[in-house]
């Protein structure tokens, strides 16, 4: 085959970035916005058929359909798993088999004595986390004295409190509000004993094990922090399954103490009499309606959707009540048809923002100018999308709102990553500036988008670490004890800085003309020096794994003037080079959260394999055999559609527990790639300085600071 780089080849990768160009269009929504499929695992569909049993729809048609979904996702040998090629995941199976047992599948069927057998072999129902529990707990196959407790007082405690629900992640607040009501009034809704699952019991529940982080056994260390009581260790690099060296757990460390809490809190809940409970009901109500309020469901996801409509069947609303059809409808707006199967499956929440500020920044790539019509309609849509309300984000930052939602509608929950990537869609479309607005729209929409770039900006940059990273949603939500908590075996008890998020931040912070010598570059720069693994790459907690968060942070360094031939950007380039496959892909599991050793390792996949070119092009290996090869890939890969084949999970909800496929990944990623690589000189600078005069504030200079408004 020809080496990429002589006409011929060129003109196959322009051709290939058309179809891919013409293939985005015409996914787009007439309102101008993108929204792709974004897809989970098994437990989308059970826990949505265990909660409609638990309101009493079992008979419904929907029920029949996501059990046919869940028939057609289980494994050969007998389980579900968290991601195509994972292995058995014990809660996801327990509940997929309850589930169709409840949907009215034969227990001894083939399918059902399969799950079955896989279930046992894996530690029955006995193994399953603290989520999965509420379930059974529910449907009373379990006590709930077997739950952890979540008492809903914890809506009372003060903000200087070390444990009050602003100190913990924004996605684990928004479940534990409702939760803490179904915690404290344990509903149950009783089956007849044929329809539950004692069958999948090694041991009474009394004696199932005490619940514990996944991947964590008593006395070791925890990976996302050091042993019980101690500071974060730097992440190991060479270690394997067990990644986190055995450590004495000190008498009284963290995991023990909060076990002796869940002790003393399931004690207050059997007594007669429990001063605090009704007011501390009352207030977890009202917080769980007011944010109700301009958004897709509590929390815009699905795990607060579910136990909102659980926490209002035990508060004694009828199913006519507007705040229960609220939450029926913004499930049901969550449900996908396979018109072909005849099966349904659940998107754990929609992802419109995200798509959109992708696709714009694909298409700007490659070579779409602000003023075509569909591109204007996207960015007209990014910008009435910025959130300019308060929301809980205000608990710990004094600045006028600004940032952009994953979803169409989450205003208390704007997050950095989001943010981020609408700012550099916005900056990118109108990369030459007004000059290249060729009409007085345009015109309109490019002062439009100036004002709202510089009031992102500000948030995003209010909303930075002490460490100098940042996390998702909220600010210095870094309290490592808070997940030994019983509860916080989702492995997502806290949204601390992250590698990949804050090199997204500092590469948008680049685009904007922010370099080198700007305090809040600086402080971030150094965070993500110190968070590079010994072997030169990034740990990536939003994607998978290494190589989404290698790609992310040489492309933010160099955004912002590290200089190419810097050793951290060195050892990164060196590492993706190490991992490129034979046919010139890249490819990593989400297995990698378990076992880091196997770090780049997987199946290769367009997206990942797009990061990677892009990773390198940053570092300046433009025209590298690597990535000539990797380009090669991607032009072989595409469909004549201009789309990309692509099963895999490559997005990241909570390591190690649970994964996404995100359907536009293979399109607009390899389309980012294809395009910068065709443009010589690529790199971040190439688009950052005549962004940053489009859209320097007037009368500002390099280091804008945060205002403090409305909140």
Same mark, same amino acid.
């Not at 707990?137 to 003060?158: K, N, T, W």
């Not at 500092?506 to 020096?529: H, N, S």
């Not at 991992?579 to 367009?606: C, I, K, L, N, V």
């Not at 990942?608 to 032009?635: E, K």
């Given at each position: ?39 989970? &695992? ?6 949505? +058929? ?6 009493? #729809? ?5 029920? #029949? ?156 260390? &925890? ?9 974060? !260790? ?43 409970? #009704? ?27 579910? /136990? ?84 809980? =984000? ?23 990553? &989001? ?53 998702? %949603?909220?600010?210095?939500?870094? #309290? ?58 990034? %740990? ?22 590290? !200089?190419?031939? &810097? ?43 797009? =990061?990677?070119?892009?990773?390198? +092009? ?12 990797? +380009? ?21 909800? /909570?390591?190690?527990? %649970? ?37 320097? !504030? ?14």
């Amino acid at each position: 085959m020809e080496t990429l780089g002589n006409g011929s080849q060129v003109k196959e990768v322009e051709q290939a970035i058309a179809r891919a160009r013409q293939w985005l269009f015409s996914q787009q929504h007439a309102d101008g916005y993108w929204v792709a499929e974004l897809e989970g &695992d098994s437990i989308l569909q059970s826990e949505t +058929i265990l909660l409609l049993v638990f309101l009493g #729809r079992e008979d419904s048609d929907l029920v #029949r359909r996501l059990a046919r979904r869940l028939l057609e996702t289980q494994l050969p040998g007998g389980g579900w798993a968290m991601y195509p090629g994972g292995g058995v995941e014990i809660s996801g199976s327990v509940k997929a088999y309850f589930a169709l047992k409840l949907a009215g599948c034969d227990v001894e069927s083939e399918p059902m004595v399969r799950a079955r057998r896989a279930i046992l072999a894996h530690g029955g129902a006995d193994a399953v986390n603290s989520y999965t529990r509420f379930f059974l707990a529910m449907l009373g196959q379990i006590p709930y004295s077997c739950c952890p407790a979540v008492p809903p007082e914890l809506v009372l405690l003060p903000r200087w409190f070390p444990v009050n629900l602003y100190a913990v992640s924004s996605w684990s607040r928004t479940i534990i509000v409702p939760l803490s009501i179904v915690s404290a009034l344990q509903p149950v809704r009783r089956l007849q004993p044929q329809q539950g699952i004692r069958e999948l019991f090694l041991k009474e529940p009394r004696h199932w094990p005490p619940l514990r982080r996944p991947g964590a056994r008593e006395g070791e260390r &925890d990976c996302r922090g050091g042993a019980d009581g101690e500071a974060p !260790p730097a992440r190991a690099a060479q270690q394997d399954a067990d990644p986190c060296p055995p450590a004495r757990e000190p008498m009284l460390g963290w995991t023990r103490f909060f076990r002796a809490v869940d002790h003393l809190l399931q004690g207050y809940q059997r007594l007669p009499w429990r001063p605090t409970r #009704r007011r501390a009901l009352r207030a977890a109500e009202q917080w769980m309606l007011a944010r109700f309020e301009r958004s897709d469901g509590l929390g815009a996801i699905f795990p607060p959707i579910v /136990f909102s409509l659980v926490a209002l069947r035990a508060l004694g609303y009828e199913d006519d009540r507007p705040e229960v059809r609220y939450c029926l409808r913004q499930l049901n707006d969550l449900v996908l048809e396979d018109p072909d199967s005849g099966s349904a499956r659940v998107q754990p929440c929609k992802s419109p923002v995200w798509d959109t500020a992708i696709a714009v920044r694909a298409l700007a790539a490659g070579g779409v100018d602000a003023d075509e019509p569909n591109m204007l309609r996207a960015l007209e849509w990014l910008i009435k999308q910025q959130i300019t309300r308060p929301g809980d =984000w205000c608990e710990n930052v004094a600045a006028e709102p600004g940032g952009w939602c994953f979803e169409f509608h989450n205003d208390f929950y704007p997050d950095s990553d &989001d943010t981020a990537m609408v700012l550099m869609a916005l900056a990118e479309a109108f990369r030459g500036g007004r000059e290249r607005a060729a009409n007085p729209k345009a015109e309109e929409v490019l002062a439009r988008a100036a004002a709202a770039i510089d009031r992102g900006m500000k948030w995003v940059v209010a909303m930075q670490n002490d460490d100098g990273g940042w996390g998702a %949603f909220d600010r210095n939500n870094d #309290r490592q004890f808070l997940c030994h908590v019983p509860f916080a075996d989702h492995n997502a008890m806290i949204d601390p800085s992250t590698p990949d998020l804050t090199a997204r931040v500092l590469e948008a912070l680049g685009r904007l003309g922010r370099r080198l010598g700007d305090p809040v570059v600086d402080r971030a720069v150094a965070y993500l020096r110190a968070a590079q693994e010994p072997d030169g790459a990034w %740990f990536g907690r939003w994607g998978v794994n290494y190589v989404y968060g290698t790609w992310q942070t040489l492309v933010g360094l160099t955004a912002v003037g590290v !200089p190419r031939d &810097d050793p951290a950007v060195i050892a990164g380039a060196r590492w993706l080079l190490a991992h490129q496959q034979p046919s010139g892909a890249w490819g990593e599991s989400p297995d990698t959260y378990d076992h880091p050793r196997r770090r780049g390792q997987g199946p290769a996949t367009p997206s990942q394999t797009a =990061w990677a070119v892009m990773g390198l +092009i940053a570092a300046g290996l433009r025209d590298h055999p690597a990535v000539v090869h990797g +380009i090669q890939y991607l032009i072989d890969q595409q469909r004549s559609d201009g789309a990309w084949r692509e099963p895999e999970f490559t997005g990241t909800g /909570f390591p190690s527990v %649970f994964y996404l496929r995100y359907h536009y990944y293979s399109i607009y990623f390899p389309l980012m790639a294809l395009a910068m690589w065709t443009q010589p000189g690529a790199g971040p600078d190439a688009a950052a300085r005549p962004a940053a005069r489009a859209f320097a !504030p007037p009368g500002e200079g390099g280091s804008p600071r945060p205002s403090v408004g409305a909140c």
